[in-house]
């Protein structure tokens, strides 16, 4: 079984930066709000990518990777949610 991922645009409010975000659908369900990283305090070669402002349910993590793409990013988000409980 896998879930049916999907994107939504959404400007994120972040000190003037940091602005373009993605919510993540599962199964029409939010399951994470993405940001682009843009501001100049991080790291320059991280400049672009992706990071989870926000994650819901299994998606609710303290550390999670960047990622190059939105795509990326959603498809951590299906496995996280695939993982079977421990």
């Known amino acids: 079984m896998t879930l ?3 994107f939504q645009p959404m400007r994120v409010l972040i000190d003037g930066h940091d602005s373009e975000g993605k ?5 029409n369900q939010l399951a994470a709000v993405f940001v682009r990283l843009d501001g100049t305090h ?5 400049k672009g990518w992706w990071h989870l402002e926000a994650g819901f349910g299994k998606c609710s993590v303290r550390y999670a990777p ?3 793409t939105p795509e ?4 951590w988000v299906e496995q ?4 079977k409980a421990a």
């Open 42 to 46: 991080h790291d320059p070669q991280h």
């Open 66 to 68: 960047l990622f190059k």
């Open 23 to 27: 919510l993540v659908l599962a199964d």
């Open 80 to 83: 996280i949610l695939m993982r």
């Open 4 to 6: 049916d991922i999907s």
């Open 72 to 75: 990326e990013a959603g498809a």
